[in-house]
């Protein structure tokens, strides 16, 4: 759950700079020859697939079902499989033994991600998922659907099992990941728009307790974070 918090965490702050990008920043990245392109509407469909490949991936024997058993097997297979690579690469003279030298400096190289926690700082050195998320990338549009889209749990399968057989259905799964979406899309035209997105994580935001939410962990979405005004100015998210 770390890594879909954080997220949506940084989706929420890129979607509240396109609200609230103040005047002086945008004259001075028009007088350096860059216009920022507003972020185009969201389609529905543009959720359907990343849950589909999900599904996918964690349907082991492709019968359409995907029950806890096959789940646990393909999370282990992707922890075994992270495990080892993880080992090959501290294992720097690729003995099969690691010493502490070879620990002392991998530790070293990971700097202040060692204690990450997303999928691509486990990766790297931090915790194994214990999920299958969305295979999604790195502009806006993705990051929005990072936010929306919960990945294959035990707790996503009992969720969207309606009709409580033997795992959940490609149908049930697609129908229980479309429903953030389709309450967020307020005028119901199938896509989500800027200040669609932009109220979708303020209603998040106050779930789970992250930018304006009831715990106060982060300043309210509609602003950029408190001193960090030097960073590169907001875009499409390419």
Do not use: C
């Not at 959720?47 to 096959?70: C, Q, S, W, Y």
């Not at 199938?190 to 997105?197: A, I, T, Y």
């Amino acid at each position: 759950m770390a890594w879909v918090v954080a997220a949506w965490v940084v989706a929420a702050w890129e979607v509240a700079a396109w609200a609230v990008a103040p005047k002086v920043l945008v004259a001075v990245v028009r007088r350096r020859g860059f216009r920022p392109k507003p972020m185009p509407p969201i389609p529905r469909a543009a959720l359907d697939e990343p849950v589909k490949a999900m599904f996918r991936a964690a349907d082991g024997n492709h019968d359409g079902i995907v029950t806890l058993a096959e789940l646990e097997a393909v999370i282990a297979a992707r922890r075994e499989a992270i495990i080892r690579a993880r080992f090959e690469r501290i294992d720097a003279d690729h003995d099969g033994r690691i010493t502490m030298d070879e620990f002392m400096a991998w530790q070293k190289s990971l700097g202040s991600v060692a204690a990450g926690q997303d999928r691509a700082l486990a990766d790297r050195g931090g915790p194994v998922p214990e999920t299958v998320g969305p295979d999604l990338g790195v502009k806006m549009q993705d990051r929005v659907l990072a936010a929306i889209i919960e990945p294959l749990s035990a707790m996503t399968i009992v969720a969207a099992n309606t009709n409580y057989d033997a795992g959940v259905s490609l149908d049930e799964l697609l129908a229980f990941e479309r429903k953030r979406f389709d309450a967020a899309d307020f005028d119901r035209d199938g896509q989500l728009s800027v200040d669609e997105v932009q109220e979708m994580m303020r209603k998040l935001g106050k779930e789970r307790g992250g930018p304006g939410g009831p715990r106060g962990d982060g300043p309210p979405v509609g602003g950029p974070p408190p001193g960090d005004h030097d960073g590169p100015a907001p875009h499409d998210g390419e």
